[in-house]
């Protein structure tokens, strides 16, 4: 399914997956770095004659193959008047072509085992694949096809995608950060700039859209020499260059329009503000910097300033804004540098009811600072540390791989791959005095506040009253709820759809795990790997949702955000001073930790991730500290209508069992949450007895075992039992609850009833069910053939019971965002496939695709060493055996469409349906009426 998302520089992605940090060892270095420059090594570059430039990357023993076609085209060609152009022709390149019908490409793909999607950013448009390395070929038969051969004539096809695009671009407006992004942008650049309005385009726009204006943003620019084909992962270069020369070589090249001449750098005398009103209950900024061109001197600069501000806890913002003042819930900085000028931005997300002009004033404060003084040599070295961890880290996902060839030779070129490191290495901190001096001066900036509705216009000043200000929700059968029940901390669940996502995987095998269990009862899973010099280790707590009292409610939440916050030995700045000095990676939280870092930092790694498991002190300051930060994310989320709606659905689902409670946990209980309630809870949950660990990487199983049983043996077993919680309600007719939400751009849907659980066996056949019903890629399975493609109803429809089944019972659960007047539209038609499917057998066309890709797909989804234990520890949590991939093989292989209509007449259950809505609609289902201007 074609999505939008909003990019980061190659740098910035190559920067993403470890925080900044000090360098180790030299000499343990040394083999560290040498992988690092060995990223690209093998890198094979063609350039057909008609102009398309061919990346090919062969991976020895990958078991996947990714390919990319990158068009160097995006929202930064679009003009004034006609915006979202690029973003709008992404999705209709899974429309068809001549050869092609509707459905064709995402039914290819399910058959073959893989996946497709697609991003739009403001340089590029990129299509993408992911098949098993044995049937990859069928990807360049597509992309060949479609280079030139696209149908955007059919005005059916055409208008139904609309309906998708902007059901997406209303969906983006119920999250946070959206509309700072869109009131930045204008101000930033000059009109009609490139990067003057966001990607997904403005309403208006994609609205006025006709077939004609987007069959000539295709024919302009969508050609071999405005194309760059990336494959990457197990094949034959040789092989490969061949096909890729038979399918492409005979498209003729074109004649691309003139591209836009890059601005000058915008120069202000005076900083500009703007501040807006928010549905959200959070203030949060965005300061804005007009800046560089990607691949200049100083974009390698601002890459390492945006470290120094703000990656890490070790980092200037957040030690000020988050720790030191207690200001903010969370900073960020992104160097957003492109084929124009860009911007570097910052954000900070406020804590509720926190001085915004205080806030401000830091942020330039610390700019300024980086401006007069050098840079310490530990933050140098941290920063440089970083890089280097993070290509490493990055070589693991074929996938990650491939697009980070794409992004960097459409953007920048093949250089950028191979000297970043060093480029990167010669910043000093003289450059980086200088960068800060000529682009970040509060002079230049552009700030943009988001304030909520119960605080004045005025950066807090008091005054003017802020004009959004009302009753923001009625509720019309259910009062609102508490919490964000998307991320569902303390229930993380390791089964269901994601063991199914590696049950095809090949040949692959868990033979070679390892199983240990210590002394204190922690259970120890071993698996090496020494492709490179990476280790992970995964932590997994079992029942502590379980054991947290309703009337403590949150407590669990507060102890897991406590955990790294200081031990016996180790205050919290030294904790994240220590893993960020090394590249790695090291979280806790209520269900336990994981920790990702190179070779040789794995004693530091162990002994952080152990200490802060088993000796937490929950220190005073931090307690108060992270108590405001969580009451901010419990209002902030209340605002949030997708995450209402999921609220109130599982409290319907559950009931008094603590899954019907949000994780987050209830306001007026952790206001009064003490150290001692604190150090109860963690002693009742966190114990060895309960506790799966997994290490999967570079070390000897042997070491590992010793290393983990010397740093675990103080730790003490505890008798106590898992908790039953209450049995969830069995309700005997259907519920309809609507939440009008006048502020939503959306209407949130959830649908459903309590599910399975994960030994139920019944579990294989719905997995093939959900796969049929609302889980299918692309648009292959009924829910979103209907509702999304044929329909246009939403940009995201779901349905699945298998994904969330585990110790407890999961949930049957549907989801689907629409237009608020076709609310009864979308409801009705997800009753109406339900129906379907309880009426009548699949048929044997439907299951055999379903199982053709739950068991011929995903093998990619073990090309981390997350995965891989993400899948060991399913796999000991619910008792399956390392055979689990071999049992998964033989039990999806055996469903036939009688099973699964058998299966789904037994556990969807329509009298039973728990349907809830948040969105700007009554409580007869009708779209509230538009508020007067």
């Not at 980061?8 to 470890?18: D, G, T």
């Not at 997994?540 to 790294?564: C, N, W």
């Not at 949130?748 to 019903?773: A, C, E, F, Q, S």
């Not at 209509?901 to 969105?919: E, N, S």
Request: aromatic residues 8%.
């Amino acid at each position: 399914m074609p999505v939008f998302c909003r990019p980061l520089a190659v740098a910035a992605l190559l920067l993403a997956f470890a925080a900044p940090v000090t360098a180790a060892d030299p000499a343990a270095d040394a083999g560290v770095a040498k992988a690092a420059a060995a990223l690209f090594d093998g890198l094979r570059v063609e350039t057909l004659p008609n102009g398309l430039r061919v990346f090919l990357l062969p991976i020895k023993g990958a078991p996947v193959v990714t390919t990319m076609v990158a068009y160097k085209v995006g929202s930064s060609d679009e003009y004034p008047d006609q915006t979202g152009l690029s973003h709008y022709l992404e999705h209709l390149l899974f429309k068809g072509t001549a050869k092609l019908m509707p459905g064709d490409i995402d039914r290819l793909t399910q058959r073959n085992g893989g996946r497709n999607n697609a991003y739009t950013s403001e340089d590029m448009t990129v299509y993408h694949f992911d098949f098993a390395a044995d049937r990859w070929q069928v990807a360049l038969e597509v992309e060949a096809d479609r280079m030139r051969n696209v149908r955007i004539d059919a005005k059916h096809e055409f208008e139904q995608e609309k309906g998708a695009v902007i059901a997406e671009l209303k969906g983006n407006e119920d999250q946070p950060w959206n509309l700072e992004e869109k009131t930045i942008l204008p101000l930033l650049f000059p009109k009609g700039s490139p990067y003057a309005h966001p990607v997904i385009g403005e309403e208006q726009h994609v609205r006025a859209a006709t077939a004609e204006i987007i069959k000539r943003h295709y024919d302009a620019w969508y050609h071999p020499n405005n194309a760059a084909l990336v494959v990457a992962g197990g094949f034959d270069p040789d092989q490969a260059l061949a096909l890729i020369k038979k399918l492409f070589g005979p498209i003729p090249k074109g004649d691309l329009p003139p591209r836009k001449p890059d601005p000058a750098l915008v120069k202000r005398t005076a900083p500009v503000r703007k501040e807006i009103s928010s549905k959200f209950d959070v203030p949060r900024m965005v300061a804005g910097f007009n800046t560089v061109v990607a691949g200049e001197p100083d974009d390698y600069v601002l890459d390492l300033v945006q470290d120094v501000l703000a990656s890490g806890k070790t980092s200037r913002l957040y030690r000020r804004l988050v720790e030191g003042e207690r200001l903010a819930n969370s900073v960020s900085a992104t160097n957003s540098a492109g084929r124009y000028r860009g911007w570097f931005g910052i954000n900070v997300e406020l804590l509720k009811g926190k001085n915004r002009a205080k806030a401000e004033r830091i942020v330039f404060e610390e700019l300024e600072k980086l401006a007069a003084e050098p840079i310490t040599d530990a933050e140098l070295k941290r920063s440089r540390r970083a890089t280097l961890a993070s290509f490493v880290f990055s070589r693991e996902s074929v996938h990650n791989v491939a697009d980070t060839v794409a992004k960097a030779v459409t953007i920048y070129d093949v250089d950028y791959l191979k000297t970043y490191l060093e480029k990167m290495r010669a910043v000093t901190p003289a450059d980086v005095q200088r960068a800060a001096a000529k682009y970040l001066a509060k002079r230049s900036a552009v700030v943009v506040w988001t304030v909520p509705e119960d605080e004045p216009l005025d950066g807090g000043k008091g005054g003017e009253k802020n004009p959004a200000a009302k009753q923001r929700m009625k509720a019309g059968t259910v009062p609102p709820t508490q919490g964000n029940a998307t991320a569902r901390p303390g229930r993380r669940v390791s089964s269901g759809r994601a063991e199914a996502e590696a049950g095809g995987a090949g040949t692959f095998s868990f033979k070679d795990a390892k199983r240990v269990v210590l002394p204190n009862g922690l259970v120890l899973i071993l698996l090496e790997n020494h492709r490179l010099p990476v280790v992970v280790v995964d932590v997994d707590v079992a029942d502590v949702r379980l054991r947290e009292p309703a009337a403590k409610s949150g407590v669990m939440a507060l102890t897991g955000d406590l955990l790294e916050e200081g031990t016996p030995t180790r205050a919290g700045t030294e904790i994240s001073t220590l893993i960020e000095d090394a590249g790695g990676s090291l979280s806790l939280s209520s269900s336990g930790g994981g920790l990702k870092v190179l070779t040789p930092d794995t004693d530091l790694g162990l002994d952080l991730l152990f200490d802060c498991l088993i000796h937490p002190t929950f220190p005073a300051e931090a307690i108060e500290r992270k108590r405001e930060q969580l009451l901010s994310v419990i209002a902030d989320v209340e605002t949030q209508p997708k995450n209402r709606a999921l609220n109130t659905f599982d409290a319907a689902v559950y009931g008094s069992h603590p899954y019907g409670r949000s994780a987050y946990g209830k306001r007026s209980i952790v206001e009064k949450l003490t150290a001692a309630d604190l150090k109860a809870f963690h002693a009742a949950a966190f114990v060895p007895n309960m506790t799966t660990v997994v290490a999967v990487g570079d070390f000897d199983s042997a070491e590992m075992t010793a290393r983990i049983e010397r740093l675990t043996a103080g730790w003490k077993k505890s008798d106590a039992k898992t908790p039953k919680p209450a049995a969830p309600p069995k309700p005997d007719k259907p519920v309809e609850m609507i939440v009008s939400d006048p502020t939503a751009a959306q209407t949130h849907v959830y649908i459903g009833h309590l599910g399975i659980k994960r030994d139920d066996p019944d579990y294989y056949t719905l997995t093939v069910m959900d796969n049929v019903l609302g889980t299918g890629p692309g648009f292959t399975d009924r829910l979103s053939a209907n509702l999304r493609d044929r329909q246009g109803l939403a940009y995201t429809v779901t349905a699945q019971i298998a994904a969330s089944a585990a110790d407890q019972p999961g949930a049957f659960t549907g989801y689907i965002g629409t237009y608020p007047d076709k609310y009864r539209v979308a409801r009705d038609g997800f009753l109406a496939e339900i129906g379907k499917m309880r009426a009548a057998p699949p048929t044997e066309r439907e299951v055999e695709d379903a199982k053709m890709y739950l068991l011929g797909s995903l093998p990619f989804r073990l090309t981390s060493n997350e995965q891989v234990a993400a899948q060991l520890l399913a796999a000991e949590r619910f008792r399956l055996g390392f055979d689990f991939l071999e049992t998964y093989r033989k039990k999806v292989a055996a469903v036939t469409p009688a099973d699964v209509f058998a299966a789904t007449k037994k556990h969807l259950d329509p009298a039973r349906l728990v349907i809830v809505a948040v969105g700007p609609i009554g409580a007869d289902g009708a779209p509230l009426p538009e508020p007067k201007k």
